[in-house]
């Protein structure tokens, strides 16, 4: 069974940084696309960023300049780097994998607060 665990979240002051962290049982070279979703109180879940296993990525435009998504093929790991956090970026960020066969699957969830 594919297991996405994620972890980094926490409690950051506006400002901040935060780096997450996705690790997917099994090979990462399964999956054509990789991507991170949030979803804050009350509201829908929203495409944050994704990466393709060719190598082109893609942000939101809310967090274009502030996010960078990586993924490190031999750890099995995609990262989201969260720089200049704002408030408005509190939700719970979830990891997502596609794969060439079209299956996908999902993490668990970090929570993420920016809060003074």
């Known amino acids: 069974q594919v297991q996405l665990v994620e972890s980094g979240g926490g409690l950051v002051q506006p400002g901040g940084s935060l780096t997450l962290s996705c690790t997917i049982s099994g090979s990462i070279f399964r999956y054509n696309v990789m991507g991170w979703y949030r979803q804050a109180p009350g509201k829908e879940r929203e495409l944050v960023a994704t990466?393709?296993?060719?190598?082109?990525?893609k942000y939101a435009d809310g967090v274009q300049g502030r996010f960078t998504i990586s993924r490190d093929n031999g750890m099995d790991t995609m990262y989201l780097q969260m720089n200049s956090l704002k408030p408005e970026d509190t939700a719970v960020y979830f990891c997502?994998?596609?794969?060439?066969?079209?299956?996908?699957?999902w993490g668990q969830g970090t929570q993420v607060t920016v809060s003074s």
């Open positions: 997502n994998a596609r794969a060439f066969s079209g299956s996908e699957f």
């Open positions: 990466i393709f296993s060719t190598g082109p990525k």
